[in-house]
């Protein structure tokens, strides 16, 4: 009998997972439709609410958005507005800061994230998967050149985690990638590269 629950459970439990992630993202992108005026909403011209189409339209923006800057006048105007941001004082660190999480993350292109590394944490006999940033350049005159900045995410949630300076002795490079490295933790360690049998 507990066989089976237990085969139940690993059949039910993945694919009720994947429908609850899947209706909070298509429930989150449905709301750029509070965007528009009440007479042009789903409700008023059809009569009733039309579950997805707020996450096609907004999937339909992101892609002509892509479409637009990737010629010469999109990426005119791009420049243009990150020009404007870069003149607002709070608004600039923000969006500078995550500009390059988010082109390292979807581009491969930034230099948020430069290596991964094993670092000691959270105690001496631990290890973490740790991401190389940069070194603020008033915390490297104190520090000097022994010390790496690391970036240490949470699980699963890579948006979340620790900003340490750990010496580079202390720190072992890993040979893959940033994205290899933010799969294993999104899935806790389950999906990983390694296809070895069990007890190897």
Known sequence: MKKYFITGLLIWVPLAATIWVLNLLVGTLDQSLLLLPVKYRPEALFGM?????????TLLIILLTGVLAANYFGRQLLALWEN????????????TSI???????????????????LVRY???????IAFQTNVPSSVAEKLGPDYVAVFIPTTPSPVNGFYFFVKKSEAIELNIKVDQALKFIISMGVATQDKHPRGQ
Do not use: N
């Open 84 to 95: 404007i941001l870069a003149r607002i004082p709070v608004v600039k660190s923000i969006y």
């Open 49 to 57: 609410r039309i579950p997805g189409l707020g996450a096609i339209v």
């Open 122 to 128: 959270p105690h001496p006999e631990a290890w973490s």
């Open 99 to 117: 500009k390059q999480v988010s082109d390292t993350l979807f581009s491969g292109s930034g230099e948020a994230f430069r290596k991964v590394l």
